[in-house]
């Protein structure tokens, strides 16, 4: 097959692949009337596992902050945002990116996951020492303990896995499963403790059980998916990494710079106001947590889908902006399950399910509330920004919000502590997803795709 045959198979293949996406995403995504047989059952498995993993997360997380404290709980949260800024620096926005490369160019399947696999290993090397250098240079006044660090690196190590090979090979399932297994394993050490000696339970318990349980989950997932994937032909690994530092530069800035919404402002609450303080923050904070788990779990599947309608070779327009708008409808839908209540009956599930010192914290709950009630369209548009190479706009998005934040913490966090933390989440993270929206808007128009398909 000469050269112009093969690249037009592959256009072809691509084009093929957009269309199967495009009726795909319908099922699983346009309306639960659209789904039946198989995909019904994949679609209602992979739900029913993020509810029940969702559902153990939100209670153990529960029984940790009632057992720790407020102060307690506080410096738990401290060290799993300081893992969460490890965790996206050694995605390198991978987690963004290469369901779209691996679909648009899936003659270099093996390479990239060799590459990605190298360059997030490396980054995680960094990131271990530097929290070994923070611990033995700062002492034992820096705030940080052995404890935490463990819970930080357990936060990270998930970073290392291969959820864009599942996703590719849809199999979403799988990957779930095994995902269901660690967070199991990782429960079941923690009530476990907690229903025999409550006392015992501390951060570097906890940290222990989160790091053994991540390794759990990352050696489940290798010992599957790396005996299937062809890691045949000429693999440049070496071009591929550097090729991949280039390119996500602008993905992976803006990765970070997201964690100006969600994590900055629990750092500068803990600096200002207190661990206890914090704490507060961090339980309404669940709610969030919860929220986002089932919004990925949705997102999951539209993904590959979005990545084909956004192919350079594919030619499926019709009923793309349609797919989209509905796309989205699903995600604020999900959204409103756990955000609606929290605006509504803030006070009351804080005084159902925490210690009364946490009751203060409505005022924080609410705003938080309002807040996932957008987040599902802006991850939905956001998804198609970086699917359609918009990297440029999708980092200085995250930048203006991000610059936002920081001034909005600074100004509203002495003032106001908790809320004040979640006032500048809302306002500074709503404005960069209004842009997203904008973009996806002026990119659809651009391209002259019919607003009616």
């Given at each position: 097959?000469?050269?112009?045959?093969?690249?037009?198979a592959r256009v072809f293949e691509c084009e093929e692949s957009g269309r199967r996406g495009s009726r795909g995403a319908a099922r699983y995504l346009i309306s639960l009337l659209g789904l039946r047989g198989q995909e019904l059952s994949k679609f209602f498995s992979?739900?029913?596992?993020?509810?029940?993993?969702?559902?153990?997360?939100?209670?153990?997380?529960?029984?940790?902050?009632?057992?720790?404290?407020?102060?307690?709980?506080?410096?738990?949260?401290?060290?799993?945002?300081?893992?969460?800024?490890?965790?996206?620096?050694?995605?390198?926005?991978?987690?963004?990116?290469?369901?779209?490369?691996?679909?648009?160019?899936?003659?270099?399947?093996?390479?990239?996951?060799?590459?990605?696999?190298?360059?997030?290993?490396?980054?995680?090397?960094?990131?271990?020492?530097?929290?070994?250098?923070?611990?033995?240079?700062?002492?034992?006044?820096?705030?940080?303990?052995?404890?935490?660090?463990?819970?930080?690196?357990?936060?990270?190590?998930?970073?290392?896995?291969?959820?864009?090979?599942?996703?590719?090979?849809?199999?979403?399932?799988?990957?779930?499963?095994?995902?269901?297994?660690?967070?199991?394993?990782?429960?079941?050490?923690?009530?476990?403790?907690?229903?025999?000696?409550?006392?015992?339970?501390?951060?570097?318990?906890?940290?222990?059980?989160?790091?053994?349980?991540?390794?759990?989950?990352?050696?489940?997932?290798?010992?599957?998916?790396?005996?299937?994937?062809?890691?045949?032909?000429?693999?440049?690994?070496?071009?591929?990494?550097?090729?991949?530092?280039?390119?996500?530069?602008?993905?992976?800035?803006?990765?970070?710079?997201?964690?100006?919404?969600?994590?900055?402002?629990?750092?500068?609450?803990?600096?200002?106001?207190?661990?206890?303080?914090?704490?507060?923050?961090?339980?309404?904070?669940?709610?969030?947590?919860?929220?986002?788990?089932?919004?990925?779990?949705?997102?999951?599947?539209?993904?590959?889908?979005?990545?084909?309608?956004?192919?350079?070779?594919?030619?499926?327009?019709?009923?793309?902006?349609?797919?989209?708008?509905?796309?989205?409808?699903?995600?604020?839908?999900?959204?409103?399950?756990?955000?609606?209540?929290?605006?509504?009956?803030?006070?009351?599930?804080?005084?159902?399910?925490?210690?009364?010192?946490?009751?203060?914290?409505?005022?924080?709950?609410?705003?938080?509330?309002?807040?996932?009630?957008?987040?599902?369209?802006?991850?939905?548009?956001?998804?198609?920004?970086?699917?359609?190479?918009?990297?440029?706009?999708?980092?200085?998005?995250?930048?203006?919000?991000?610059?936002?934040?920081?001034?909005?913490?600074?100004?509203?966090?002495?003032?106001?502590?908790?809320?004040?933390?979640?006032?500048?989440?809302?306002?500074?993270?709503?404005?960069?997803?209004?842009?997203?929206?904008?973009?996806?808007?002026?990119?659809?128009?651009?391209?002259?795709?019919?607003?009616?398909?």
């Open positions: 097959m000469s050269e112009a045959q093969d690249k037009s992979l739900v029913a596992m993020s509810l029940f993993t969702a559902g153990l997360q939100f209670a153990t997380m529960v029984k940790i902050a009632n057992v720790l404290g407020k102060a307690g709980f506080g410096d738990l949260a401290y060290a799993i945002v300081v893992g969460t800024y490890g965790s996206t620096i050694i995605l390198y926005g991978l987690d963004r990116t290469m369901v779209r490369d691996m679909i648009h160019f899936p003659g270099r399947f093996g390479e990239f996951v060799a590459a990605s696999l190298f360059l997030r290993a490396g980054i995680f090397g960094i990131f271990i020492l530097g929290l070994v250098l923070w611990i033995v240079l700062s002492g034992s006044g820096g705030g940080f303990s052995w404890g935490a660090a463990a819970v930080a690196a357990a936060v990270s190590v998930p970073s290392l896995n291969l959820q864009p090979v599942y996703d590719v090979w849809d199999k979403m399932q799988r990957h779930a499963v095994y995902n269901l297994l660690r967070r199991s394993a990782y429960f079941a050490a923690v009530w476990a403790v907690v229903l025999s000696s409550p006392e015992g339970l501390s951060i570097s318990l906890i940290g222990l059980f989160m790091l053994l349980s991540a390794i759990l989950g990352i050696f489940l997932e290798y010992r599957w998916a790396i005996a299937r994937i062809e890691f045949t032909g000429p693999l440049h690994i070496g071009r591929a990494t550097i090729s991949m530092i280039k390119d996500n530069v602008w993905v992976s800035l803006a990765g970070v710079g997201c964690l100006s919404f969600g994590g900055l402002n629990q750092l500068i609450l803990k600096h200002i106001s207190g661990s206890s303080d914090l704490g507060g923050y961090a339980v309404c904070w669940q709610m969030v947590a919860l929220t986002t788990l089932l919004l990925m779990q949705v997102a999951r599947i539209g993904k590959p889908a979005v990545a084909r309608y956004s192919s350079p070779a594919s030619q499926a327009n019709n009923g793309r902006v349609s797919f989209l708008v509905r796309y989205g409808m699903i995600m604020l839908a999900v959204a409103a399950v756990v955000g609606l209540p929290s605006m509504l009956f803030a006070g009351p599930i804080l005084r159902t399910l925490f210690r009364p010192e946490y009751v203060s914290a409505a005022g924080t709950l609410r705003v938080l509330g309002a807040y996932v009630m957008i987040l599902g369209v802006g991850m939905a548009a956001s998804q198609y920004v970086v699917a359609a190479r918009m990297e440029r706009t999708y980092f200085f998005s995250v930048a203006f919000g991000g610059v936002l934040s920081a001034v909005l913490c600074f100004v509203l966090i002495p003032r106001y502590s908790g809320l004040g933390a979640a006032l500048s989440l809302l306002i500074s993270h709503g404005a960069a997803m209004g842009i997203y929206v904008l973009a996806v808007v002026k990119h659809l128009r651009a391209a002259g795709r019919p607003w009616g398909a």
